[in-house]
């Protein structure tokens, strides 16, 4: 069962999060809070697995809220939820070790798929995230641009893909190769670029002018 903590200092909002997860087989809501200072408090105290956290919330924000629960408790996954469509944002918070990003816009299927997605140790930047992501890296300075790894045909298609926000199953379908192929250029396009993870992967990609 992945226990999710909610971070938001809109009840409505909250009430929504909380109807959403209710009655699921595999994830449970753990708590809802309303500020930074409440999320570090609730997970001291209780296990979570996933925290979906507002970005600007009172007391303490979800960027500075994310960094201190990453620090004291690197096994919980933090997804950033909030209606600021600013790139910047999203670079922040993945910095600060966050697995994804949503709009609150986002529809009940989406959210429940970055839930589930980062809860077993992968990423999920949503379609906008990403657009906003890479709009905002693009216009930002060229230094990083120095090096660019060399990519063969099949890993630019591949990689194209990735930023566009499908599966490893999607690119596959889309490429006609098998799923045992994809992965194995993901995990090579990560070692090109020495990238942890794909969220860094398109973040590295964007920077140099690939996407």
Do not use: W
């Not at 996954?77 to 918070?93: D, H, N, P, R, Y």
């Amino acid at each position: 069962m992945i226990r999710v903590l909610l971070a938001d200092d809109h009840k409505v909002l909250l009430d929504g999060l909380q109807n959403l997860l209710a009655d699921l087989e595999d994830i449970t809501c753990a708590g809802a809070v309303s500020n930074g200072e409440e999320v570090l408090d609730f997970v001291e105290a209780n296990l979570v697995d996933v925290v979906l956290m507002d970005i600007n919330m009172p007391v303490l924000d979800g960027i500075e809220t994310t960094r201190r629960v990453k620090e004291k408790f690197p096994h919980i996954k933090v997804i950033a939820l909030t209606m600021l469509e600013q790139g910047s944002f999203i670079q922040q918070m993945l910095k600060h070790g966050a697995s994804g990003f949503l709009l609150k816009n986002s529809g009940k299927d989406e959210v429940l798929t970055a839930i589930r997605s980062v809860a077993v140790g992968g990423q999920y930047l949503g379609p906008e995230a990403t657009q906003l992501l890479m709009d905002n890296l693009k216009g930002q300075s060229l230094k990083k641009r120095e090096f660019i790894p060399r990519l063969t045909r099949r890993e630019n298609e591949v990689l194209k893909l990735v930023a566009e926000g499908l599966s490893t199953s999607q690119i596959a379908k889309q490429l006609f190769i098998s799923f045992n192929t994809v992965e194995s250029h993901r995990k090579n396009l990560l070692t090109k670029f020495g990238a942890r993870n794909g969220a860094e992967l398109i973040r590295m990609a964007a920077e140099r002018g690939m996407l």
